[in-house]
C-alpha cells in the first residue's frame, strides 16, 4: 500500500516536472519581451528625435547661411554705393569748381551757380571741363540739308595692306594704354593722328558758344570717317595671321586711338554732340537708334561679365540703380528732340518762289527745339559724370578697341553698355555678388 502511494506519489512528481519550468517562466518571458518592446520603442523614439532634431539644425543652418549671404551681398552693395556716391560728391565738386571758373568766381563758395554741363569725352562718364568759346552767344544756326551728310561707302575688310605701316617690333605691348580721360581745367590733347580738316572744324566750333550750336556736318563726316578707317583696319587685322597679325592689329588699335581723341576733342567742343552721336549710324550717317540687342553683343565682345571683377560689378549696378531712371528719361527725351529736328529739317525745303510760308515759325521752333536739347544733354551729361563708370577703366585698349569695332555703324555708348553691364550682373542666379 505504502509503495504504491509512493509510486503514485512519484509518478505525479514526474509528470509534474515538466511543467514546473514552465509555469515559473512564463512571466518572466513577459516581462523580458515587454522590456525588449520598451526599449526597442525608446530606441525609435530617441533616433527619431535624433533625426528631427538633424533637419531642425540643417534648416537652421540653412536659413542662418541665406541670411549671412544676403547680408553679404547687402554689405558689398553697400560699399559699392558709398564708393559710387563719393566719386559723385567729388565729380560734383570738380563740376562746380568749372562752372565757379567759368563764371569768373573764385570758388564754389558764395557763388550762385546754375546747373552747367561738363561734358565727358565719349559718354563714358569722365570728370572733363568745359572747353568753350570766348565768342559770345550766337542764335542757333540751321545746318544744311541733309545735316547728316550723304552716305558713305561701308567698310569693306580688306587685307592686312590696309593697316598703317609699322616697324615689325612694333606690337601691341608696346603701345600705351588709352589715356584716362583729363581732370577738370586740363587742355584737350590733339588727335594722335593728325586730320586738318577735324581741326579747322573743332576751332570753329570752339569759338562759338557751346550751348547754342548745331553739331558742324563736317564733324560729324570726320568723326564717320575716323572711326570707318578704324573699322576697316580692325577688320583686315582679324583676317590676318602669324607676325603680321600683331602688326595690323597694332595699326588698327592707332586708328582707334586717333578716333578715340578726336570724339574726346569734339565732345568737349560741341555739347550736342553727346546726343547725335550715340543716335547716328554711320553706315547711312541718318538718325537712327542701335537695333534690339546691339550693346549686349558689344559687352560680349569686350569680354562681359568675366572682364569684370565682383567689386566692379557692384559700382556698375549701384550706378545703375542711382542713375538709370533718369538717364533713359532723358535720352527718350533727347531721341523725340532729336526726331523733331530731323522732321523741321525735312520739312524746310524752300517752296516755288524761294520762300517757305512758315520760314519764320519753323526757325522759331527749331532754336527752341536746340535750347531744349541742350538743356537735356547738359543734364545728362551732369548724371553721367557724378555717377558715371567708364568701360576704358576695367578693360585694355585692345579689348576696348574690339567693343568698339563691334559696335560699328553706331559709336560706343559707355551708359547703355553699363545698363547692360548691371543687367546681366542681377540676372546671375548669385545677383553678381550684389
Known amino acids: 500500500m505504502a509503495s504504491g502511494r509512493g509510486d503514485s506519489d512519484a509518478g505525479g512528481s514526474a509528470a509534474a516536472a515538466p511543467g514546473a519550468p ?11 519581451e515587454r522590456r525588449l518592446a520598451s526599449n526597442r520603442e525608446a530606441q525609435r523614439r530617441y533616433k527619431q528625435r535624433v533625426k528631427n532634431s538633424t533637419v531642425t539644425m540643417q534648416q537652421e543652418v540653412l536659413t542662418r547661411s541665406a541670411e549671412v549671404s544676403a547680408l553679404l551681398r547687402t554689405n558689398v552693395a553697400l560699399r559699392a554705393r558709398e564708393r559710387v556716391l563719393q566719386r559723385a560728391i567729388e565729380g560734383s565738386g570738380v563740376q562746380l569748381a568749372v562752372i565757379s571758373r567759368q563764371l569768373g568766381g573764385d570758388g564754389p563758395s558764395g557763388t550762385d551757380t546754375p546747373e552747367l554741363p561738363t561734358p565727358s569725352a565719349d559718354g563714358s562718364g569722365g570728370l572733363i571741363g568745359w572747353v568753350g568759346g570766348s565768342g559770345g552767344s550766337t542764335p542757333p544756326e540751321r545746318p544744311p540739308h541733309n545735316w547728316l551728310g550723304a552716305p558713305p561707302s ?49 576751332e570753329r566750333v570752339r569759338g562759338s558758344e557751346p550751348s547754342l550750336q548745331a553739331v558742324p556736318r563736317e564733324l560729324l563726316e570726320a ?89 566692379a560689378q557692384a559700382d556698375v549696378v549701384e550706378s545703375w540703380r542711382l542713375a538709370g531712371s533718369g538717364m533713359a528719361r532723358l535720352r527718350a527725351q533727347q531721341q523725340a528732340l532729336l526726331r523733331e529736328l530731323a522732321a523741321l529739317e525735312e520739312g524746310s ?84 555678388g550684389v
Request: glycine share 8%; proline share 9%; net charge negative.
Open 223 to 311: 568723326i564717320g570717317d575716323s572711326f570707318r578707317r578704324f573699322v576697316q583696319a580692325h577688320r583686315a587685322a582679324e583676317q590676318c595671321a602669324g607676325p603680321d597679325a600683331e602688326v595690323a592689329h597694332a595699326g588698327a588699335l592707332l586708328l582707334f586711338r586717333d578716333a578715340h581723341e578726336l570724339v574726346r576733342n569734339a565732345n568737349m567742343a560741341c555739347l550736342l554732340l553727346r546726343s547725335q552721336l550715340r543716335n547716328i549710324n554711320f553706315e547711312t550717317m541718318a538718325f537712327d537708334a542701335p537695333p534690339p540687342g546691339h550693346w549686349r553683343r558689344v559687352v560680349a565682345h569686350a569680354g562681359g561679365l568675366e572682364a569684370l571683377s565682383p567689386e
Open 349 to 432: 525745303a524752300p517752296a516755288e518762289g524761294g520762300v517757305h510760308p512758315q520760314a519764320e515759325e519753323r526757325q522759331l521752333r527749331y532754336a527752341e527745339l536746340l535750347a531744349e536739347l541742350t538743356a537735356s544733354c547738359g543734364q545728362d551729361a551732369a548724371l553721367a559724370n557724378v555717377y558715371g563708370w567708364k568701360l576704358s577703366s576695367v578693360v585694355g585698349a585692345p579689348t576696348l578697341a574690339r567693343a568698339v569695332a563691334s559696335s560699328w555703324p553706331f559709336w560706343l555708348d559707355a551708359w547703355a553698355c553699363t545698363e547692360v553691364i548691371a543687367q546681366l550682373a542681377m540676372e546671375r542666379p548669385d545677383g553678381g
Open 154 to 202: 561701308p567698310p569693306a575688310a580688306a587685307g592686312c595692306a590696309g593697316t598703317p605701316e609699322l616697324s615689325a617690333g612694333a606690337g601691341l605691348a608696346d603701345l600705351p594704354d588709352l589715356p584716362d580721360f583729363p581732370s577738370e581745367g586740363a587742355p584737350p590733347l590733339p588727335p594722335l593722328l593728325s586730320n586738318p580738316a577735324a581741326e579747322r572744324v573743332l
Open 22 to 32: 514552465e509555469a515559473a517562466g512564463g512571466p518572466c518571458a513577459t516581462r523580458r
